[in-house]
């Protein structure tokens, strides 16, 4: 569809919220609590967090939660029933203040979700979400969306997608989608026609520091090399990183007994964990650290482009924040892509 | 109601086989009679079989799809799940979902001789093909069987290897790793790979189809390599760690390649393009 834009005036925010709000809609937007700020749910919107530059937990959780209820089964005398989640019981859910490294992130985990099977709880649960993207004006050392096909602007993964237009100014609201169109209709008062706007003056200023093309072909040559010792030395397998990731998708299938009856859920899982590809033999093909740490880089910059098309990292930073051994993923794709053969 | 894939079909264990020490065959029906007219399957894939409560296992289907109406598993007792599934007894239900996977191009085979080699726990899922071929035994040249474990005690499917033994369409040679030998036994005795080059077989239109732990695969494949067998003639099954079996829990990539969806069953000209990562 034509991308329809908008003027939402800065003090026109809350009443949308206030209105979506009226309208039963539930709204995920970013809090802050205990010196994090996380997506949850908001009742008020002077609970949302501003001045952020990042959520410290990407949005993921509302198509992927971190702990998904397959099934629920119960035993009796005569044998064992088992029931499957309800499609039909998924909420909808406005997710609020996203920023566009996590509303970009959603299209690659969904790559992930849909090749071959299409993952029905995912869909569903993603088909109920409204994205409302914020557009980044600050951003810190760590992060790079623009070295990976993105930018602090980018509307991919958005339904609106708002920009403001300087320090105190309105919002500049690009309608992307349907979805969008729906939320703008609940309120359309409050979107004025917009003129003439040149976004990209307000937007962050983030440098471009490497090729994610340069670093996947490096990569190609580079599946047996020294380097990802080195890289990963300090590495604690903590897996961090996997969590904090918008695009990480892997995951451990694990049942929870209560007495006779209990859940079989999916919970996130990280490919940096020792544990995660331990045969039942006692043999591990990836067995050292540095082997984990290839398998990170290389998923996300070699077998995703070239089994998917598309990479699995929205360069939003949040695995070198988290680190506590401090390792830094840009300064490793940076290396990476300088390696000479 | 939805189609949900993690949803296991409920199965009732009709017979359990003590095959080894720690290492039980079972033979499970389908409760839920649509589901079993439903259900079909081809030699080489595999399954999650769970307990409820305690969590799901990943095997390949033992049984050959010749024989409908049941599916069997082979495992060993080794882990939380596999130790629960060694408590089940006869008549009780645990669940299984599959086929997922891709399977041995048994079609293509025809007219061949084939040569199963297989090592300790990793004849179950050859047992598969193996049955698949004999009950179509019209449709194969020889048919040979190497099978050998780290002791006597250890060898699988023990009625089974009598059965082959006494067949006089099969070629059967038992081996047991030096050491593993009863006093009272009348097979080789030496690693699969010293015996696969001791009787080597010929490699004129045959097939080759080994399965076994990573170190026997590794010291075999050069073994069939010097008897003439080439690349694309050599089929095995990797065994990596899986949760979903469909391509989405990130584990079982060898590099690029999901054993999930893309395997199990490779050639080894398919696993020579692949990063030493299995």
């Known amino acids: ?341 | 109601m939805t189609d949900n894939i993690y949803m296991p079909f409920l199965m009732r264990i009709e017979k359990v086989t003590y095959e080894a020490p720690g290492v039980k065959t079972f033979m499970l029906k389908f409760v839920n009679e649509e589901e079993k007219n439903k259900f079909t399957f081809k030699a080489g894939q595999f399954g999650e079989y769970s307990v409820y409560g305690v969590g799901e296992s990943t095997f390949c289907i033992a049984s050959s799809p010749t024989r409908q109406g049941y599916i069997e598993c082979t495992f060993r007792q080794t882990g939380k799940v596999t130790n629960a599934l060694s408590n089940c007894e006869e008549g009780s239900t645990i669940g299984f979902r599959g086929p997922y996977g891709n399977t041995f191009p048994i079609d293509e085979w025809k007219g061949k001789n084939l040569l199963f080699i297989a090592g300790g726990i990793a004849l179950p899922p050859m047992r598969c093909v193996i049955w698949n071929a004999l009950d179509l035994r019209e449709n194969f040249k020889d048919v040979t069987i190497i099978y050998g474990a780290r002791t006597v005690k250890d060898l699988v499917y023990k009625h089974e290897l009598q059965d082959w033994e006494r067949r006089k369409d099969v070629k059967l040679i038992t081996t047991v790793d030096p050491g593993g030998e009863s006093p009272d036994w009348k097979g080789e005795i030496g690693f699969v790979p010293t015996i696969v080059e001791k009787a080597a077989p010929s490699s004129k239109d045959t097939i080759a189809i080994v399965c076994g732990p990573p170190v026997m695969i590794k010291y075999t494949f050069p073994v069939l390599a010097k008897l003439g067998f080439s690349d694309e003639s050599i089929y095995t099954t990797l065994e990596n760690r899986m949760k979903c079996g469909f391509g989405k829990c990130g584990r079982c990539n060898v590099g690029k390649v999901y054993v999930c969806k893309d395997g199990p069953v490779f050639t080894a000209a398919q696993l020579k393009e692949l990063p030493d990562e299995y």
């Open chain 1, 1 to 341: 569809m034509n991308i329809d834009k908008h003027i939402v005036r800065k003090d026109s925010l809350e009443k949308l919220f206030d209105i979506l709000k009226q309208n039963s809609k539930t709204i995920y937007a970013p809090a802050s609590k205990n010196g994090k700020i996380s997506f949850g749910e908001a009742e008020k919107f002077s609970e949302i967090a501003a001045g952020y530059i990042q959520t410290t937990q990407s949005s993921k959780e509302v198509a992927f939660p971190r702990t998904e209820k397959l099934l629920a089964y119960s035993k009796n005398s005569e044998g064992i029933s088992a029931k499957g989640i309800n499609i039909s019981e998924i909420p909808e859910i406005i997710l609020w203040g996203v920023r566009p490294c996590d509303t970009t992130g959603i299209g690659e985990l969904s790559a992930i979700f849909n090749w071959d099977y299409k993952d029905e709880i995912y869909n569903s649960r993603l088909s109920n979400v409204t994205v409302l993207g914020f557009s980044c004006s600050k951003a810190d050392d760590y992060c790079f969306c623009t070295s990976v096909g993105g930018n602090p602007g980018n509307t991919e993964g958005s339904d609106i997608l708002f920009t403001q237009l300087g320090e105190d100014g309105d919002y500049f609201a690009e309608i992307l989608t349907e979805k969008g169109s729906v939320v703008v209709s609940l309120a359309s008062g409050l979107f004025e026609k917009a003129g003439e706007t040149k976004k990209e003056k307000f937007l962050a200023d983030v440098p471009v520091r490497f090729k994610r093309e340069e670093v996947r072909e490096k990569l190609d040559k580079f599946f047996e090399s020294e380097h990802w010792v080195e890289q990963s030395l300090k590495c604690l397998g903590c897996g961090a990183c996997a969590y904090v990731c918008p695009t990480c998708a892997c995951f451990d299938i694990q049942d929870e007994a209560h007495g006779k009856s209990g859940l079989r859920v999916r919970c996130w899982d990280s490919c940096g964990f020792s544990l995660f590809t331990l045969h039942t033999s006692g043999h591990n093909p990836r067995e050292v650290q540095s082997q984990r740490w290839r398998q990170r880089i290389m998923h996300k910059f070699s077998y995703m482009p070239e089994r998917l098309s598309v990479y699995g990292c929205t360069g939003c930073g949040r695995c070198s924040r988290a680190c506590p051994a401090d390792m830094n993923i840009l300064e490793h794709l940076i290396s990476i892509q300088e390696i000479t053969v």
